[in-house]
Nanobody
Framework: QLVESGGGSVEAGGSLRLSCVAS????????RNWYRQAPGKEREFVAR????????EMADSVKGRFTISQDKAKFTWYLHMTSLTPEDTATYYC??????????????????WGQGTQVTVS
């Protein structure tokens, strides 16, 4: 299970931190991702930690403004958003792309999604 939190409404130029808590992921190998979907648009990639947690990818549209971090012990990863603009308004989803794992890993191989958290910038 993936549960996001931290969304809300902010003024342009403001900041928010989103959190994603993963349950049942002990022993899993998975990429930790953030996506977003604005009204009337397709879901788009925002940021990624690879399964090793060493490689980070950021979408061009958020480079220099957003950062990603994680707390492996808490199975939690974060999206730190600064200098927000109205174009960042969207529902933000965390995603776990499970590549495999040991017996304790509960989720199946493939993509798993949280329920989404709304970010509104005005």
């Amino acid at each position: 299970q993936l549960v996001e939190s931290g969304g809300g409404s902010v003024e342009a130029g403001g900041s928010l931190r989103l959190s994603c808590v993963a349950s049942g992921y002990a022993g899993c190998n998975y990429d930790r991702n953030w996506y977003r979907q604005a009204p009337g648009k397709e879901r788009e990639f925002v940021a990624r930690f690879d399964r090793d947690g060493r490689t980070i990818e950021m979408a061009d549209s958020v480079k220099g403004r957003f950062t990603i971090s994680q707390d492996k012990a808490k199975f939690t990863w974060y999206l730190h958003m600064t200098s927000l603009t109205p174009e960042d308004t969207a529902t933000y989803y965390c995603n776990a792309d499970v590549k495999g794992g040991v017996f304790s890993c509960r989720p199946s191989i493939g993509d798993h999604w949280g329920q989404g958290t709304q970010v509104t910038v005005s």
